[in-house]
């Protein structure tokens, strides 16, 4: 059934979202969402606490996390889905994954204060609720607060992103690593916001057809990342390849964010959805 309102991507405190997993629940439920997963940068510590959220609201839950994975040169972001909290290997690896980000931050902090901006790392650092986790989006925060930007999209577009001040190239986990992760734990792996990368025709061919050789089974098609007609672009992709298709706001903050949980067209009807293949991982 495509027909139901299932939001399967989001960000808590966790990571780099503003509010916390149990606020995000009620805001879920308040908006109708049916089926929910919080899916944190590289960290899968707010599990336990969305899924008794969701139970509490009368919400179907499946376990989520967001795997940052380097792909030819480039950050690809890779969705799990309805995989065991719990899993050791899992949590070693996401546990390395976030590892880099630390040094990572005071690069990018330093980069910053050549273009003039001072004090980044702890501007940041202020605005992460999970310390191992600062993202470029702490660093968002802080340079809309500081006056520099008037909003976080004015952020990324001037700084923190290739070729503008303040961005930091990072080695991530392979998309090997990332896809085997989940599935040895019982989940599904997920390609997200496929039409954010900037990949050669070519170069997306190959994240498809090797995602899928190493085990991966689904892509988001409806995200707050993709416009009315990528929908129908990854429609077809997702089609071409034979692979299943998500449903998520990317929702992280009421002030930042476009769409709000709960809020995207329902999947075109004759795509295979998600949680169809993941029936017996829904709690
Ligand atoms: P990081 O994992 O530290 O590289 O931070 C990536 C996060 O920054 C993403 O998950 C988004 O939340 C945010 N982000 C990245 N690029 C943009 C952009 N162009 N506009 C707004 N937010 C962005
Ligand atoms: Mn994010
Ligand atoms: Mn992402
Ligand atoms: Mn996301």
Redesign the pocket.
């Known amino acids: 059934m495509s027909i139901l309102n299932a939001d399967l991507h989001c ?1 808590s405190v966790v990571s ?1 979202g503003t509010l916390t997993p149990e606020a995000l629940a009620a805001r879920a439920a308040a908006n109708g969402v049916e089926l929910w997963s919080l899916t944190d ?1 590289d960290e899968i510590s707010g599990q336990h606490r969305a899924a008794a959220a969701a139970r509490s609201h009368g919400m179907k839950y499946l376990t989520g996390t967001e795997i ?1 994975v380097t792909f030819a040169d480039q ?1 690809v ?1 890779i969705v799990g889905l309805g995989f065991d909290p719990d899993d050791a290997d899992m949590l070693h690896g996401l546990m390395e994954t976030r590892g880099g ?1 630390e040094q990572r931050a005071r690069q990018m902090s330093d980069s910053l204060a050549l273009a003039g901006v001072k004090g980044a790392y702890e501007g940041a650092i202020k605005y992460a609720g999970n310390p191992e986790l600062v ?3 702490h660093f ?1 925060r802080f340079l809309v607060e500081s006056g520099v930007c008037s909003d ?2 004015e952020v ?1 577009r001037r700084f923190l ?1 290739e070729g503008k001040p303040g961005y930091v190239s990072h080695r991530w986990a392979s998309l090997r690593a990332a896809v085997t992760w989940i599935t040895r734990a019982g989940g599904m792996a997920v390609i997200a916001h496929p039409a954010r990368y900037r990949f050669t025709p070519n170069e997306e061919y190959a994240l498809f057809t090797e995602f899928k050789a190493h085990g991966g089974q689904g892509v988001e098609v409806v995200t707050g990342s993709h416009t009315a007609a990528e929908y129908v672009t990854y429609a077809g992709t997702a089609r071409e390849f034979g692979m299943a298709a998500s449903r998520g706001s990317d929702f ?1 903050s009421p002030a930042e964010s476009r769409i709000d949980l709960g809020q995207l067209p329902y999947l075109q009807g004759e795509l295979t959805p998600v949680w169809e293949l993941l029936a017996d991982r829904i709690q």
């Open positions: 960000h780099d940068h940052s950050t972001h980000r993202s470029r989006t968002a976080t999209y990324f992103t992280h």
